[in-house]
């Protein structure tokens, strides 16, 4: 019973470090950001400052458009692509299905790192604008939304498809 009771405090210390191992250093720099000195230091002046001069930064505006862009635009033909791939693979039986399911899964399992890193070299040679870019993030998010979509088309009555 006092073993029981000591590894349940034990189990609870350990999710508590975690957790402030994890979040902690986020918020150290979220109260730094408000800091009026440039430096890191414990904040002896509360500002906005650093806010307020983000609005004034056109190049940082238009990353962020940049991003949202791009996030909007994958989100569409990764859904698009992903749900006709996934009632392909679900509704026909053909010559190479089990190949093609095979090939979901690396994208998943191997870090976007590594992933990101081989895309900037395959796609080199047609530039590194916001296409490259697109085509990257497509690559990435479609085996997610192929492997969604497939789960959940198998819970799904035939009759509904009709």
Request: no cysteine.
């Amino acid at each position: 019973m006092a073993t029981t009771r000591m590894l349940e405090w034990l189990g609870r210390f350990y999710i508590v470090l975690l957790l402030a191992f994890l979040y902690l250093p986020i918020i150290i720099m979220a109260l730094m950001s408000f800091n009026a000195s440039p430096f890191y230091q414990l904040p002896l002046e509360w500002t906005t400052d650093w806010y307020a001069s983000l609005q004034q930064n056109d190049q940082l505006i238009a990353a962020t458009w940049n991003s949202i862009e791009i996030a909007v635009i994958t989100t569409i033909i990764s859904t698009v692509l992903g749900s006709m791939a996934s009632l392909a693979l679900y509704r026909y039986e053909f010559r190479g299905k089990k190949f093609l399911q095979a090939l979901l899964f690396p994208p998943i399992a191997i870090p976007w790192l590594i992933t990101g890193t081989a895309m900037l070299i395959f796609f080199f040679g047609i530039g590194r604008g916001l296409i490259a870019i697109l085509l990257g993030h497509v690559a990435l998010a479609l085996p997610y939304v192929i492997v969604v979509v497939s789960a959940r088309l198998q819970t799904f009555a035939p009759e509904l498809e009709e």
